[in-house]
């Protein structure tokens, strides 16, 4: 598990020529019976237990442009929506130790009838490193028919994870929000892992949105 935690966020950061990026792994669930209908109307709620929310309003208006980006309607009062869309940010550390081989190289050879090739030693020195899971989580609920927040259904939850050797999230909010709208509305089934690279479309447009 530490060896595959450590792949993760080596690989996390990738470049394809010289277009920087994040890999952004995502789940999705949902009810079989109650899809999101395209070109719904969607209210997007804020958390009015956030310890930031002005970050909150940054994530809000940023899912708003990818609703759009989707065709679906983004309304600012949640009587007017057929759907009603929270959002958390999240994010949790782990540390990964072990041995990384350290190679000596050198070579020589004695000379004579026989010759001995020497190609150097190994030795192997500790590391210890932490990571930060970076996490978006998307819930989506059904208002038809209902005026009551008790009342409404979940159809939709969607969650996005970037690990990293760093803690801002900040630059790694708007990839989790461009994996988590790759399949907004789908069941994944399992666990898809896709790389977005900072030349995105998606990403360009809601990058400097405030």
Wanted: glycine share 6%.
């Amino acid at each position: 598990m530490k060896k595959l935690n450590l792949i993760l966020a080596t690989f996390s950061i990738c470049f394809t020529g010289c277009t920087a990026g994040y890999r952004v792994h995502v789940n999705g669930f949902s009810e079989r019976y109650r899809q999101i209908k395209d070109k719904s109307s969607v209210y997007v709620s804020e958390d009015p237990n956030s310890q930031n929310p002005i970050f909150d309003r940054e994530v809000k208006e940023k899912i708003k442009e990818l609703l759009k980006w989707y065709d679906y309607v983004p309304v600012p009062a949640v009587e007017k929506a057929d759907y009603r869309l929270t959002f958390q940010v999240r994010m949790d550390s782990h540390h990964s130790s072990g041995f990384t081989p350290l190679h000596h190289p050198y070579a020589g050879f004695r000379s004579g009838y026989w010759r001995d090739y020497h190609f150097g030693y190994t030795t192997y020195v500790p590391y210890y490193d932490t990571f930060y899971d970076q996490r978006l989580i998307i819930k989506v609920f059904d208002r038809k028919n209902t005026t009551d927040s008790n009342s409404e259904q979940v159809v939709w939850f969607g969650e996005a994870m970037v690990s990293t050797s760093g803690d801002d999230i900040r630059r790694t909010i708007d990839y989790l929000l461009v994996g988590c709208f790759e399949y907004f509305g789908a069941d994944t089934t399992r666990q898809k892992s896709l790389y977005v690279t900072e030349k995105d479309p998606r990403i360009i447009r809601i990058e400097f949105l405030r």
